[in-house]
């Protein structure tokens, strides 16, 4: 593939979604070509399959059918969108990949990182080059998501003894996989996005 596939994870309310937004504008101002994408979503197939796993009743879904709308949603979005722009050449920047099912599914949901691990490799088996683990004290994390509306509540309903247990679970995670690069969410937007912008910029050569 000719482009660069860079992934934000992180706990909701981290900032991902901020700092994506940023990276895409300050590539694009040094002439890259960014495709700015998000998960669950990033296609029109992945996005319908979005509002059926973020609204309505919590227990809507069982943990293991949860697990396999998002893998679709995953699977539509890398053929329609992300391994189309890769061939393109551009930069793909995505809010959230892989590693939130590890994390939300595989951990929370009871015992299933295996499913997790097994699925993603029978159905997507691709890993982005670089991933930007966004971390925060969970509080400050809970208390930016709740000040935000919206309509896709199931999952930030969650509270801070599980967003806790994320925490460590990325953090995790990104100790044991060298594609991560770990940053402090907890200062400023702007003093976030320099240590991105130079965190990544090496990268794209
Ligand atoms: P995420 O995508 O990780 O859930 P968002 O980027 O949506 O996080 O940010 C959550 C909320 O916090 C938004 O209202 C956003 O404007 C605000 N926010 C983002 N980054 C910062 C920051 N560095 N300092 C203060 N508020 C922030
Ligand atoms: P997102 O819109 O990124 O929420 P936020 O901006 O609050 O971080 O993601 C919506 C929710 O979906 C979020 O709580 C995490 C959850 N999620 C999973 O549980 N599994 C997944 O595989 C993905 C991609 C997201």
């Given amino acids: 593939m000719a482009g660069r596939f860079l992934s934000f994870e992180g706990i909701d309310g981290s900032g991902k979604s ?3 937004r940023r990276l895409a504008a300050a590539l694009r101002a040094r002439g890259h070509a960014v495709t700015l994408t998000r998960e669950p979503g990033g296609s029109p197939g992945a996005e319908e399959i979005r509002r059926l796993v973020l609204e309505g009743d919590p227990d809507r879904w069982s943990p293991e059918t949860e697990i396999l709308l998002f893998t679709a949603a995953r699977r539509d979005h ?4 992300i391994r189309p722009a890769l061939a393109r050449g551009d930069v793909v ?3 959230r990949f892989a590693d939130s099912t590890r994390i939300y599914q595989g951990i929370t949901r009871g015992d299933l990182a295996g499913t997790v691990d097994r699925l993603h490799d029978l ?3 691709t890993e982005p080059d670089l991933t930007i683990l966004v971390d925060i004290d969970p509080a400050l994390g809970l ?3 709740r000040a935000r509306a919206g309509t896709e509540l199931r999952f930030e309903d969650m509270g801070l003894d ?9 953090l995790a995670l990104a100790s044991r996989h060298p594609r991560f690069r770990l940053i402090d969410g907890a200062r400023s937007e702007d003093a976030v996005a320099d240590d991105i912008l130079s965190t990544v910029l090496p990268h794209l050569g």
């Fill in 18 to 20: 901020t700092q994506a």
């Fill in 93 to 95: 920047i995505t809010d």
């Fill in 78 to 81: 890398m053929e329609k969108t």
């Fill in 123 to 125: 159905m997507i088996g």
């Fill in 162 to 170: 599980t967003q806790t247990r994320m925490r460590a679970g990325f």
């Fill in 143 to 145: 208390s930016r998501a």
